[in-house]
């Protein structure tokens, strides 16, 4: 078995190991110490996974009551968040309960938005079954829903207890959704290995699942223990996302968020090659692997909708954009600038105005 340990506000250890979906129960009894369990997820994956999980909470000791909700982005909202909460107190869980989120990136981040607010925090597992949540988004603590107005714009930082990676149930993920994991893999080659980055062109993520979740957990642990809460370093998380989330909110996400990462990390890949920050190589390595894992690299959504649709995301801060661009394969840096400036790279990086 794997264990990275993540050296944030809350400490904790991310256990990466087929098969511990079933031993689950035993980490998340001896971790927090609580009685009872409230395990989260959306209808999908409750049905493939949901029964093992309860079963293995209940065998550690754990009175475990189950909400499930309809799967999906367009469920990642304060509605739904609403009704988890009410479902916690209807239960009468108390703090010193845990919430198991089991599920992918959508999950987590509702469950964990859940866990840092009722009763002001209890206890919280992240159980991802998606590559996407494992390699990224069950790590770090960033927790939230959307608002009609963009994506993530209500959450708050929450570091779990605990994160259990199983390989095992990947197996299950359709493949376009695997793919949307595939996207997230490939941003953390870019961002901080050339090494790793050349091993994706090589060997399919799928041949080596266990050494990539651990690859991209701990260059995420790395950023995360310089910058917890995304003041600077961590920053450079955001590659890709600021168009990506963008093509998310003008879809009204029916283009997945994987997808939308794989178009921005085109664009701005493109883009930097054409105003000289980048070579003209790097740009082309970074769209011909994307491709190769089956990822979008264009979108037909105009600059205009694209810059629009920007400027309600929450990387503006202090009335600046924080634009995350490649200098070559395997490092990045942050660009600060004026939010008209958008206009220019969706441009250079081949998406036409209007």
């Known amino acids: 078995m794997t264990e990275i340990r993540i050296p944030a506000s809350r400490e904790y250890s991310v256990w990466i190991r087929r098969g511990l979906l079933d031993r689950a129960g035993e980490r998340v009894a001896a971790v927090t110490g609580a009685r009872r369990a409230a395990l989260v997820g959306d209808e999908r994956v409750l049905s493939l996974h949901g029964a093992r999980a309860k079963a293995s909470l209940e065998a550690a000791g754990l009175e475990t009551a189950v909400c499930s909700f309809p799967g999906g982005e367009q469920g990642k909202t304060l509605e739904t968040y609403g009704a988890v909460m009410n479902f916690l107190a209807e239960r009468r869980l108390e703090r010193t309960d845990v919430l198991v989120a089991l599920g992918g990136g959508v999950t987590g981040d509702l469950g964990g938005f859940a866990a840092a607010t009722y009763q002001r925090g209890m206890r919280l597992a992240q159980i991802p079954t998606t590559l996407l949540a494992a390699v990224d988004s069950s790590v770090g603590g960033k927790t939230g829903v959307d608002l009609a107005w963009g994506k993530n714009l209500c959450g708050c930082f929450y570091q779990p207890d605990l994160v259990l990676c199983d390989p095992e149930v990947l197996t299950t993920l359709p493949p376009e959704v695997f793919r949307d994991g595939c996207a997230e893999v490939i941003k953390y080659g870019l961002l901080g290995s050339e090494e790793f980055f050349h091993s994706l062109e090589s060997t399919p993520v799928e041949s080596q699942l266990e050494t990539v979740i651990a690859r991209c957990v701990a260059m995420k642990r790395d950023i995360v223990a310089e910058d917890e809460f995304d003041l600077g370093r961590r920053q450079?998380?955001?590659?890709?996302?600021?168009?990506?989330?963008?093509?998310?909110?003008?879809?009204?996400?029916?283009?997945?968020?994987?997808?939308?990462?794989?178009?921005?990390?085109?664009?701005?890949?493109?883009?930097?090659?054409?105003?000289?920050?980048?070579?003209?190589?790097?740009?082309?390595?970074?769209?011909?692997?994307?491709?190769?894992y089956g990822l979008p690299t264009e979108t037909a959504y105009s600059g205009r909708e694209l810059y629009e649709a920007a400027l309600s995301d929450k990387k503006i801060r202090g009335g600046k954009l924080h634009l995350v661009v490649p200098e070559a394969i395997g490092r990045c840096r942050v660009m600060t600038m004026e939010p008209e400036k958008l206009r220019d790279w969706l441009e250079a990086g081949g998406v036409k105005w209007m």
């Open 236 to 292: 450079l998380l955001n590659l890709g996302h600021t168009v990506g989330h963008a093509v998310e909110a003008r879809s009204r996400y029916s283009v997945s968020h994987g997808c939308a990462v794989s178009i921005g990390m085109a664009v701005v890949a493109r883009g930097a090659a054409a105003m000289g920050i980048c070579s003209g190589d790097t740009a082309e390595a970074v769209v011909r692997l994307l491709r190769r």
